[in-house]
């Protein structure tokens, strides 16, 4: 099978017009710091700060472009630290997921679901999904070697032309496996 780019997630934002405007204040905007693997997301340079009943993370970066619902995407490690149960999905399945406050330069936000552990996944285009036999939804493993190589399962396939192909890992997944610059994985698929 082929062999992808596996890039570690780190802990994120994703806002939405009107709770940007709270957080930092009317009129500001997301600054481009630098742009990401999937064609049109960015990291920005505006952090917030994510408050749990047993502690606080600040400086989380903000990924834009704004979107639909705001949601937190944290590691379990990162949950455990801030007393919240994040359960494991994929981006954008947020409903029945826990809350929690969001602070910005300008205002805070209580949402009352929103925060994930962010199911380990495989973002396609078409034209690659088709060339490996794969499609949306589908479910394979991903294949690491190194000093602490290991095979990761349940990956889930997301297909769009809006993306561009690359295995994306939480920072917990990524330390088990000693990731550091630039690492691929072979995809296995399931029959």
């Known amino acids: ?3 992808i780019i596996v890039e570690t997630s780190a802990r994120h934002v994703h806002v939405t017009e009107d709770d940007l405007k709270i957080l930092l204040g009317e009129g500001k905007e997301l600054t481009v710091r630098n742009m990401l693997s999937q064609p049109g997301q960015f990291a920005s340079f505006e952090r917030v700060n994510l408050v749990g009943p047993k502690s606080s993370i600040n400086n989380v970066l903000i990924l834009g472009p704004t979107r639909k619902r705001t949601q937190v995407e944290i590691s379990l490690t990162d949950a455990r630290k801030l007393g919240v149960n994040a359960l494991i999905r994929e981006s954008g399945d947020l409903d029945g997921t826990c809350g929690i ?9 209580d949402i009352t679901e929103g925060v994930i552990a962010a199911k380990r996944h495989l973002h396609l285009d078409c034209k690659t999904a ?4 794969l499609k949306d939804k589908d479910i394979v493993s991903v294949k690491l070697e190194g000093e602490r190589g290991l095979t990761f399962d ?7 032309d809006k993306f561009a192909p690359a295995v994306h890992l939480d920072t917990d997944e990524a330390n088990a496996a000693a990731l550091s610059g630039e690492v691929y994985g072979e995809i296995i698929k399931h029959s």
């Open 130 to 133: 088709e060339e490996m036999g």
């Open 154 to 160: 349940e990956v889930v396939v997301r297909v769009s």
């Open 101 to 109: 406050k969001i602070v910005g330069p300008a205002g805070e936000i």
């Open 1 to 3: 099978m082929k062999k």
